[in-house]
Structure formats: C-alpha cells, structure tokens
C-alpha cells in the first residue's frame, strides 16, 4: 500500500529524455533482458519503467561526471535512490548500465537526423535539424560529453553501432541531401562532409562548454546567446548551401519545442 501511495508523486518527475523522448520510452539495447524487461527477462510494469528511467538519469550525471572508471554500483544505486541488489534487478552490470545509457543517447541524438525528408524543402528541413542540435546541446550537455568522451576513448561499447547503425544511417541521409543537389535545390557538397560539420558545430556548444563559457562568459542556458548562436550556424550553414533561413525559420516556437522536428516526433519515436 505504501508503494501505491507514493506512485503518484514520482510521476510528476522530470524523465530523463534528451529532450523529448523519455529514458522509459526506449529499449535497453545491451541489458540481459532485452527491450522492456529486465535482467531477468520479465516484462516491465509502469512502475519498474519509472525505476528504469531513474537509473538511466541517474546513470547519465555520474558517468558523464566521474567517467566510467570512478563510477560505482554503489554510486549509481545512491544517485537513483534505490539499493544496489534493486538496480542488479534492470541491470546485470555497471557495464550493461552503461552502454543502455550511451544507447540511449545516440537513440535520441540521431532521431532529428532521421527525420530528414528528401521531398521536403531543404531549407526547413536543415533548419528544423539544426534547431534540434542546439536545444539537444542546451538541454543535455551531459549526455552529448559522456558520447563523445566514450568515442574519444576508442568507443570500446559502442564500434559496433557506430559501424552498423549509425553508418547506414549517414549513408541513407546522405542520398537525402544528394538528392538536393542533384535537383539543383541546394549547391554542390559533400553530403557526408555537411553532416559531419553540423554535428561538429552544434554539439561544440555542449561538449567544450566551459571554454565557451570562459571565452564569451555566456552558455546556451542564456536565452540571448542561445538564440544569437544559434541564428549564427544557421546563416553559416544554409548560405554555404545557397540557401536562406525560412521566414518562419526557428522562431521561438520552434525553439520552444513546437517547430518542424518536434511536431514530427510526437508521432515517431526515433528507431
């Protein structure tokens, strides 16, 4: 009885979602008992999914603070608020904590790129992304750390995604944008090339935050410097492509969550 009584109150916690698309909502990818069960291959209830999520939030700020070695079991029980015997229940190790959290990310990461539509106009379609890219980079900075610390170390848990998954989807979207330019609908470039500079510019903001914060004393939580950044990538990107930002563009609406992408994904979760 006392578990039903307080089942109220943690639903009106944040989810943990990056950003948008709560931790709960998504399958581990690595865990023993595969999509929505846990490490002993049950089905998960409401609230064991609430559980799970709160380990994966949990997960998230103590791996991308203290990295994968100066995290314990013990640690990640303690952030999550629950013993440590409960968290072996979704999670049969740090290890599988781990790359269900790194999964997570790049689940949530690539999703804007997945939406990409080859007949839609290229200038809302970049600038719908590249909106996306810069609220990821405000709102989970965190997240975008811990993936790029786990890519520069070699990415011992994840090479194969990042060999499989993610190749075939730049390949896919790549055919996207050379399509644009095969129609004359944006000017010649490397599709490829053009992906990788857009993750490389809006995640900047996330990944070497404290040098942009010593730099300019501002970061993307700064409303003005978030919007001025902002319409900063989108001119540089959309004009090296012929391009100009859509009058509608990524006004506050968008910015808000209520542009392009995200009316999208209230009907597609990514994957």
Same mark, same amino acid.
């Given at each position: 009885m006392t578990t039903r009584a307080k089942a109220p109150r943690r639903r009106g916690r944040p989810k943990a979602s990056l950003k948008g698309v709560p931790v709960a909502s998504l399958p581990a990818s690595t865990g023993s008992g595969g999509p929505g069960m846990g490490a002993d291959g049950d089905s998960l209830s409401r609230i064991q999914e609430r559980n799970r999520a709160r380990l994966l939030e949990a997960a998230l700020a103590e791996f991308s603070r203290h990295g994968y070695s100066g995290t314990t079991l013990d640690r990640l029980? +303690?952030?999550?608020?629950?013993?440590?015997?409960?968290?072996?229940?979704?999670?049969?190790?740090?290890?599988?904590?781990?790359?269900? =959290?790194?999964?997570?990310?790049?689940? $949530?990461?690539?999703?804007?790129? !997945? !939406?990409?539509?080859?007949?839609?106009?290229? +200038? !809302?379609?970049?600038?719908?992304?590249?909106?996306?890219?810069?609220?990821? =980079?405000?709102?989970?900075?965190?997240?975008?750390?811990l993936f790029a610390n786990e890519v520069m170390s070699g990415a011992p848990r994840i090479r194969r995604v990042l060999e499989t998954d993610l190749k075939t989807l730049v390949e896919d979207k790549a055919r996207v944008i050379r399509h644009w330019v095969e129609t004359g609908r944006i000017t010649s470039v490397d599709p490829v090339h053009l992906i990788l500079s857009i993750w490389a510019i809006t995640q900047h903001y996330a990944d070497f935050q $404290?040098?942009?914060?010593? @730099? &300019? #004393?501002?970061?993307?939580?700064?409303?003005?410097? !978030?919007?001025?950044?902002? &319409? =900063? @990538?989108?001119?540089? @990107?959309? =004009?090296?492509? #012929?391009? &100009? $930002?859509? +009058?509608?563009? $990524?006004?506050? #609406?968008? @910015?808000? #969550?209520?542009?392009i992408a995200d009316r999208e994904a209230e009907s597609e979760v990514p994957r």
């Open positions: 029980a +303690a952030a999550a608020g629950m013993s440590k015997s409960n968290l072996l229940y979704y999670f049969s190790s740090k290890s599988d904590l781990y790359e269900a =959290s790194l999964a997570h990310i790049l689940e $949530v990461w690539l999703g804007p790129l !997945r !939406r990409l539509d080859p007949e839609g106009d290229p +200038a !809302r379609e970049l600038a719908a992304y590249i909106s996306q890219k810069m609220k990821m =980079s405000q709102e989970a900075p965190d997240a975008s750390r $404290v040098q942009i914060l010593a @730099v &300019t #004393g501002k970061d993307l939580s700064d409303p003005a410097f !978030r919007a001025a950044a902002e &319409t =900063s @990538v989108l001119h540089l @990107v959309l =004009s090296s492509l #012929g391009l &100009t $930002v859509p +009058a509608e563009g $990524v006004g506050e #609406g968008e @910015v808000a #969550g209520e542009g």
